[in-house]
């Protein structure tokens, strides 16, 4: 079983000038351990059923940037980009750069969006639901394209690009790994099975986890996609894995039973590269044993 951690609270005890110490001393420290992905949330404000809008919350991808120069293995992105947020042409060309500057360790996180108060505040357009998944299917094939040979136009009821030229190309092979974040059953999900290369859940327990599989299964069966050519991941709990040991490393032995491949953490405040180390030390090599 494979893991990686997600840093999404600066609401660090010694304010912004913090943030970058503890940035760097997280994602080292996820790489030191072994850690598979390591990641920010691309919000304008901070969750408000996390903490409060006006809660401190860095810019995605400057920030990925940052840690692409203080990081060697551990590949980056985020959990998720909303559509909203980029023209689909400059997300694509921000991934790029990404990869490249990172030596080939960026992923593409993309979802649907959802949060509505960060739009209206900033004036960033918030469509109905319907129309934010047209726009995300329409932005999943507009950066394969970017990502592929093919520097023809795109034509589609939202976006239309007149070149889709991207150079330099991105060295990860054929492309960034693109990732899908949420569950949703009837539009979620079906464009993880015909797009994404992994699916990030995010579920309850066990038994709801269990049940999206399936979905996204049938999804891939009528679509024509190997189902287990995605990557499944799902965020843990959002308990503390070292409280109870025993007790995460069950829950991950119940993921791996089902194809789960990857679980994701949150990297805990105050310290959170001591929380990553502990974790390494206490954890990762019994979680190397699951799946």
């Known amino acids: 079983m494979r893991f990686g951690f997600h840093f999404l609270d600066f609401n660090l005890p010694d304010g912004p000038a ?18 598979s992905w390591f990641t920010v949330m691309d919000h304008y404000f901070q969750m408000e059923f996390f903490r409060t809008a006006h809660d401190p919350m860095l810019e995605a991808y400057t920030t990925l940037g940052f840690l692409a120069a203080v990081t060697e293995r551990v590949r980056l992105g985020t959990v998720v980009t909303g559509v909203t947020y980029r023209h ?44 934010r998944f047209e726009r995300l299917e329409e932005a999943l094939r507009i950066i394969r394209q970017m990502w592929s040979e093919d520097e023809g136009p795109f034509e589609g009821k939202h ?6 030229i991207n ?90 039973g089902m194809g789960i491949e990857h679980i994701h953490l949150r990297a805990l405040t105050p310290d959170p590269g001591a929380h990553i180390a502990a974790f390494g030390e206490k954890v990762a090599p019994r979680l190397a044993e699951i799946g």
Not at 88 to 112: E, Y
Not at 159 to 164: I, M, P, R, V
Not at 226 to 244: G, Q
């Open 167 to 256: 150079v330099p190309h991105t060295l990860s092979r054929p492309h960034p790994p693109i990732v899908i974040g949420g569950s949703g059953e009837k539009k979620t999900l079906r464009l993880v099975a015909q797009y994404a290369d992994a699916t990030n859940l995010i579920v309850t327990d066990t038994d709801q986890a269990a049940h999206k599989l399936e979905v996204l299964r049938r999804h891939c069966e009528e679509v024509g996609r190997d189902y287990d050519s995605i990557e499944k991941t799902v965020m843990a709990p959002p308990s503390n894995p070292l409280e109870d040991v025993d007790g995460f490393l069950q829950l991950a032995e119940t993921y791996a």
């Open 159 to 164: 976006y239309q690009l007149a070149e889709t």
């Open 88 to 131: 689909p042409g400059l997300l694509a060309k921000i991934g790029t750069t990404l990869d490249v500057l990172s030596g080939g360790r960026a992923f593409m996180g993309i979802g649907a969006a959802w949060y509505e108060r960060e739009h209206k505040a900033l004036g960033v357009p918030y469509p109905p639901v319907a129309e």
């Open 18 to 35: 913090s943030y970058a110490p503890a940035l760097r001393s997280a994602a080292a420290a996820a790489d030191e351990v072994g850690a």
